[in-house]
């Protein structure tokens, strides 16, 4: 129980706790040029020097916000996901049938597509994502709560006949979970090379595809 206690008020004296108690302005006077060297550089290019210099803060006010290069990364990738989240205002689809479950999920894909062709900074952000290990390792936390995104998305498609009940929930989960990591590593790494068109094509071909790979077996026979 002691232990339990003393967990959560680390928690409530973190770094990030500290940064998110400050109101906007203050926080994007760090955040704001950190985005901005993540995006020109890369989680593993990035010098958290140069973000301190733009931002004209030490290394000690720094920490008092945030532990280190990764924690702060990982807080860039979070405000930008909320940003973008606001953007397309991504609810989590409502069906009564199969066919509106997939309909619903192809527009939500398609509004994220159009928003990420109107910001740079995220489209960036996002190749980001699948830099290497030390960008995945910096991103565990948020990676996990939108594999927990995914799995709800599942349960709404299953409950309405959108995708296959046949098989172990984890197979299932893991298996979709795994194809639509790699169909938007896909897209991070061709995003530069894709105009909006082809783009919102591509997308809601990506959704046909995984739409394909989850139908209940009956529908496939």
């Known amino acids: 129980m002691a232990e339990s206690v003393d967990h959560e008020r680390s928690k409530k ?30 989680f593993e290019g990035a010098s958290l020097n140069r973000i301190l210099s733009a931002a004209g803060m030490s290394k000690g ?14 807080t860039v990738i979070e405000r930008s996901l909320q940003r973008l989240a606001k953007t397309i205002d991504a609810g989590f689809p409502k069906p009564a049938t199969a066919d509106e479950f997939w309909q619903q999920t192809a527009a939500i894909f398609a509004r994220l597509t159009l928003a990420l062709q109107q910001d740079d900074n995220l489209a960036a952000l996002a190749r980001g994502i699948y830099e290497g290990p030390g960008a995945q390792a910096a991103l565990t936390e ?20 959108a995708i296959r009940t046949d098989l172990p929930q984890t197979l299932l989960a893991d298996v979709l979970f795994a194809a639509a990591r790699e169909i938007d590593r896909w897209f991070a790494a061709h995003w530069p090379e894709l105009d909006k068109d082809e783009a919102l094509l591509l997308s809601d071909e990506a959704v046909g595809m995984i739409a394909a790979m989850a139908a209940p077996r009956q529908a496939t026979l």
Do not use: C, N, T
């Open 13 to 42: 004296d973190s770094p990030r706790s500290r940064l998110a108690a400050l109101p906007a302005e203050r926080q994007a006077r760090l955040l704001d040029p950190a985005e901005a060297e993540f995006v020109a550089h890369g």
């Open 61 to 74: 006010q720094a920490y008092y916000y945030v532990a280190d290069k990764a924690d702060l990364f990982r």
């Open 142 to 161: 948020p990676l996990a709560r939108i594999r927990a995104q995914s799995d709800r998305l599942i349960a709404i498609g299953q409950s309405v006949g």
